[in-house]
Each structure stands twice: as structure tokens, then as C-alpha cells.
């Protein structure tokens, strides 16, 4: 029997699967065999898995769970920083912050092998360079937690296809004429669900374009609750009230994305400051000269409020207009780029430490260890409420 090393022992297995120890030292075999089995769950990575099973559940009985993503295509930029990544750490005191990488999600549009894997390196780092804290939060990368495409998959089948053709990202790309788009683009939000519910978050954390797919989410697990006994909890998307949704700089009508042509529009976290500050001043505003919040008519202004807003700490639009009153769009774009600079100073200083402290392998077999313990039961609970199980593992 392997002895624990560290605090109390795991006593929420649940009942139908078979475990080792009894009474304080009771574990779910399975659980333990499977993470031992899978590259860092071993004792020679130096990530006792023990630490990472406890920790989890530790944490699990005091605090509410969090769970997101985020799909590096590309390099991350503002947005998924205002709209998410921020979020996420500002969470991780509170609650049980469970944030991962989509790799899964990123091959549902073509991908170049080398760039994919430097962009994949780069979110981990950068994950870390806003502030999360792998001590505090389950940091991991999607493919090496096996059972989210198992979930998937299962997802997948519960998912009608009037739901997917309703989904406005895969609706807005064919809409745009794009050919040969792929399987996996068109059935990723079922995936997304998986990523979710195999977890039994209480809240996810998202920018706005995202929330249409939590709320998919939910509608999935109450119809799977419905047919086959109460297996998810349902979670509630968390979309912040300033930054949800940050415009791109060159056309404020469109969202901020990594797939901006011009690059102009876009700021990238890993941006050299000159050029973050260029694509600022550059930014499109409008000839009314005035600093006023008004999304509808002066959407470009309004979008570098938000910005600005969000990077200091939901400063009021009313006391930006204020500060700002009787100013040209000169010195305003000039405060914004100021901000943003001083933050990806920040974050980039930072993104250099940890590149070459060489920590990201650690980091991501200690956070596969920890999401394994919470993925592979789920996973097996959900294969035997719907009858696929026949072997007791
Ligand atoms: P992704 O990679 O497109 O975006 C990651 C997060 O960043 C937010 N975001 C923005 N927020 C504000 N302004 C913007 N311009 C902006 N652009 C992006 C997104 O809303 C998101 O929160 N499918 C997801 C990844 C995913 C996921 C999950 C998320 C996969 N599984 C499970 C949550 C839970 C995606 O493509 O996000």
C-alpha cells in the first residue's frame, strides 16, 4: 500500500469504486494506478502525487471551484488578459482556481507544428507572468489530462446539431465564405462542455464571446442530469462587467483577436513596448474630440476607457472623463499607452524569468497530476451512469 506522506487522507471516494486503506488512509485505486501510470504522476518527476491529490483535495473542501481556458492560436493578447487571464488571478485567493490550455482546441483551425508548440510554451509563461501562482491554482495543459477528450466525445453525442448550428463563432466563420473548415471546429463547444463539467466548477470565469458556449454548457449537464441521475453540477459563466469584451484598435466594431489581419488592431502580451505604443496612439477614435463613455457613438474612445478602466483596478468612467475633461485625444491615448506599457513591462519582465528558469515542465506535470485526481473519476462516474462500464477498474 502506498503510505501518504502528507495530511489528512482522501475520504470522499465515492462508492462504487474500489479503494486502498481503509478509515483514514481510504484512496480510490483506480485514481492512484491511472496517475501513477501517466507521465507525472510518477515519483521520479519530482511531483509527489500525493502532494497534488491532497492539495486538491484540501482545497476542495473549503472553496468554491473555478475553471478556464484559453486557446493559444496565437499569442495571447489584451483581451484574453482583461477579459480573462487577469480574472483568473485575481480568483485564485478565493476560490479553487483551475485554469488550463486548450491545446485540443487549437488544432480545430490549421496550425504550424513549431509555432503551435512555441505558442503553447508562451501561455504556460505567460499564465504564470500575470500571476498565477501553481501553488494556488491547477495550471495544465489539455492533452495531458486524457479523459477531457474521452468527455468529449460523450459530450459530443449529447450535443444536437440545431445547438452547434447556433453557436455564432462557427456561424460567423462559414458566414465569412471560409472553406474546408474542420469537424472539430464545428463540434469544439461539445469539448468545451467536457472541459468543464469533468471538473464540477461552480463558476467559469470567461470573456463575452465565450459565454454563449458555457451556456451551452449548462444545457448539456441539465440534460444529462435529467436522463441519467444528477452527474454535474451546473456552472454559471462569470463575465466581468468592464473588459468583457475589448474592441480591436483599428475597428472598434470587431472583438480584439489573434486572427486580426493588419496586426495593427491587436496588442500582444509579448508586444516590444514601442510597438504596443504605436498601435495605442494609432488607435481609430472619432472627430468628436471629446472623452466620453458612450459605446454606441464613440466606440473607439469607449474601447480605450475600458482599457484603461480594467488595468486600473475598474477605475470609474466617470472619474476617467473627469481626469480627461477638456483634453485632446493626444494626451488620453497617451495615459492609455502609458498603462498598458507599464503592465507588459510587468508581465514581459517577468514572461523572461521564467523562460529561463526552465519551471514550465514542473509546473504542468504537478497541474496534470491534480486535474487527473478530479478528471478520472468523474469520467469513470459518468461512463457507468450511462451503461458504458463493464469491468470494475
Ligand atoms: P479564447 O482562447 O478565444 O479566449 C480565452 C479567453 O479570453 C477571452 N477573450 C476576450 N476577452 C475580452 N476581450 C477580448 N477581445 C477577448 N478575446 C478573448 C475569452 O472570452 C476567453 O475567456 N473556447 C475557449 C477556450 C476554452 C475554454 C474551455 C474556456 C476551451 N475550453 C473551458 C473556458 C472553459 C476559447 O477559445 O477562448
Redesign the pocket.
Known sequence: MVKCRCGPAYSGVPEHLPVIGSGENRYPAKVIQQTLNKPGGTAHSGVPFWDAFLFTRRRNQSMKRM??????TGQLHL??Y???LSKFVSYQDEYEMIAFI?NL?CITVPQDPAELQKNLQDCVALYLACGLDPKKSTIFLQTDVKEHAQLGYIMCCHTYMGELNRMTQFKDKQAHGEKNLSGGLYT?PS??AA??LIYDPDY?P?????KQ??ELTRDIAIRMNNRYGRLFKIPEPLVPKV?????SLTDPSK???KSDETNKGCIYLLDDLKTARKKIMGAKTDSLGIIKYDPENQPGVANLMQILSSLSDNRPMAEIEAEFAGKGYGDFKRAVADKVCEELEMIQGRYNEIIASGMIEDVLNEGAAKARALAAPKLETVQRAIGMEIISK
Open positions: 475553471l478556464s481556458g484559453i486557446k493559444p483581451g484574453n482583461i477579459g480573462a486548450a482546441h469544439y469539448l468545451m472541459d468543464i467559469v470567461v470573456g463575452e464571446d465565450q458556449h458555457v473588459g468583457a469584451r475589448i474592441m472583438k480584439m483577436s
